[in-house]
């Protein structure tokens, strides 16, 4: 609009920007005037905001949802003003083979190898991790006990525990041999 025209007085002419001012027509020039019922935003989020006096205001309310930008933090907050990170994306294969982590807001699990996993019953194993899978080879060097009172020197051979007969272990008195 070409407020140079008369015919243009009191409509509205270009903008200047400024979310709390209105521009109009008058007296052959563009002119902008305040006006506090417009509706403004100062680009945070933690704020309630309102025109005042031709300025955008924000106030301070911790009430309100933000998002941090982090994609692996959930329930944000705000915080005097700044948006924190909630709480960590929760990620669980149920696997304990395998690293649990968040990244770019997906959830991956990486496979470890070494580590210890859930132990099985045999005394004569190790528990150990492999490529994501938990794997329980044969240990001879581990301590076993065959359970049996009437054995001695018991000892793992190919993922079993066993003993030698023994005499001196078979008198006690106990009928558990």
Do not use: R, W, Y
Request: negative net charge; aromatic residues 2%.
């Amino acid at each position: 609009i070409d407020c140079a025209d008369v015919d243009c007085n009191t409509l509205p002419c270009a903008d200047d920007g400024n979310p709390c001012t209105d521009g109009f027509c008058q007296f052959l020039s563009c002119n902008h005037v305040n006006d506090n019922t417009n509706i403004c935003s100062d680009g945070n989020p933690c704020t309630d905001d309102a025109c005042s006096a031709g300025s955008c205001l924000g106030t301070l309310d911790d009430t309100n949802l933000c998002d941090d930008g982090n994609l692996c933090s959930e329930n944000d907050v705000c915080s005097s003003g700044s948006c924190l990170g909630g709480t960590e994306k929760f990620c669980d294969d149920e696997n304990p083979c395998t690293d649990d982590f968040c990244s770019e807001g997906d959830c991956s699990f990486s496979p470890l190898t070494g580590t210890p996993c859930p132990a099985d019953t045999n005394q004569c194993t190790d528990d150990v991790c492999n490529n994501g899978v938990c794997t329980h080879p044969n240990d001879n060097s581990n301590v076993c006990s065959d359970g049996l009172t009437c054995t001695m020197g018991d000892a793992c051979a190919s993922g079993v525990c066993s003993g030698t007969p023994g005499v001196e272990n078979c008198t006690n008195g106990i009928d558990d041999d």
